[in-house]
């Protein structure tokens, strides 16, 4: 008898800025998304509050299960949720305590960039996260590198993205603190996810800082596959340039996905830019795409 594998991967949006009709989710300015394959949960940012707890339990999701934590970059909007879930930790552990009955633990572990907690400032207010690294030490195995990470045999961890084109990734946004000394923040800690199906890549992404076309770019080379089946997440298209606008566009047509999901930091104007060029699907809290 031969037996047929079947590669899938699901993804649920925990967390986005837009909710949709008749869809009773809570929205913020953040993102989390929650990713199911090869066996694995990964849970990816955390969106600015508790908001994507609440619509993960909602969902019928159990953060408890979660095999890894990714966080994209170090800004707000996106570790915000930090402490939330591990207030949900606790409860488990007390509860656990309180009736003596065992509860599942398990010990994610957290993938991100070396970058991801350094004191980061935009005009003196606070962008990065509110849970230090030493904290989250208690509660994640911590693997903070500039390396890419497979964390399955689909699904890897790009790392700190290679900024290879012209147009994207050139401004900084506020200043971080790198060895005690304050520079221009180009958010070099921003990566993303990428699961490598039979059909082609789908590329996961919080903000883009790195530029979503060097980041396509950059998964197309780690993985050896020019076919892109999906782009969900940020694209850091909020009032581009009309040079930004154009390149990022006529890139995009280039590469050709089959559709793809732009969301978050991306405005109704890019939108509708990129709708010129591609297929284009709307994203909202409760969005749950499979692919195979």
């Known amino acids: 008898m031969n037996i047929v594998t079947v590669r899938y991967m ?3 949006v925990l ?19 929650l990713i199911e394959t ?7 940012d955390t969106g600015y509050s508790n908001g994507f707890i609440t619509n993960a339990a909602k969902l019928g999701i159990d953060l408890m299960e979660v095999d890894f934590l990714v966080l994209s970059h170090g800004h707000v909007d996106h570790t915000g949720g930090l402490e939330p879930l591990l207030k949900l930790f606790l409860q488990r552990d007390f509860e656990s305590a309180a009736t003596g009955r065992a509860v599942k ?14 004191p980061r400032v935009l005009d003196n207010l606070k962008l990065g996260p509110l849970v230090t690294e030493g904290i989250l030490s208690s509660f994640f195995r911590l693997n903070l590198t500039k390396k890419t990470v497979w964390i399955t045999e689909r699904l890897f961890f790009l790392g700190e ?40 890549l789908i ?75 591609v297929s284009l699907d709307e994203t909202g809290s409760g969005l749950v795409l499979e692919y195979r």
């Not at 090869?38 to 990816?44: A, D, Q, R």
Request: hydrophobic share 35%; proline share 4%; aromatic share 8%.
């Open 10 to 12: 699901k993804l649920s």
């Open 15 to 33: 967390m986005d800025n837009n909710t949709l009709i008749d869809r009773y989710f809570t929205g913020e300015p953040g993102v989390s998304y």
């Open 38 to 44: 090869e066996g694995k949960k990964i849970l990816f």
């Open 105 to 118: 633990r398990v010990v994610p572990e957290l993938i991100s960039h070396p970058y991801t907690f350094l």
């Open 161 to 200: 993205v290679e900024r290879v084109n012209n147009f994207e990734a050139g401004t900084p946004i506020g200043k971080i603190k790198i060895d005690g000394t304050w520079q221009d923040d180009y958010i070099l800690d921003d990566s993303a996810l990428v699961y490598k199906s039979d059909n082609g």
């Open 203 to 277: 590329i996961i992404t919080g903000c883009s800082h790195s530029g979503i076309c060097n980041i396509t770019e950059y998964a197309k080379k780690l993985s050896g596959e020019n076919r892109i089946v999906d782009i969900i997440g940020g694209f850091h298209l909020l009032d581009p340039s009309d040079e930004l606008l154009g390149k990022t566009v006529s890139a995009i047509k280039w590469l050709n996905p089959q559709k793809i999901h732009p969301c978050h930091c991306t405005d109704l104007r890019s939108k509708a830019a990129l709708l010129g060029a």
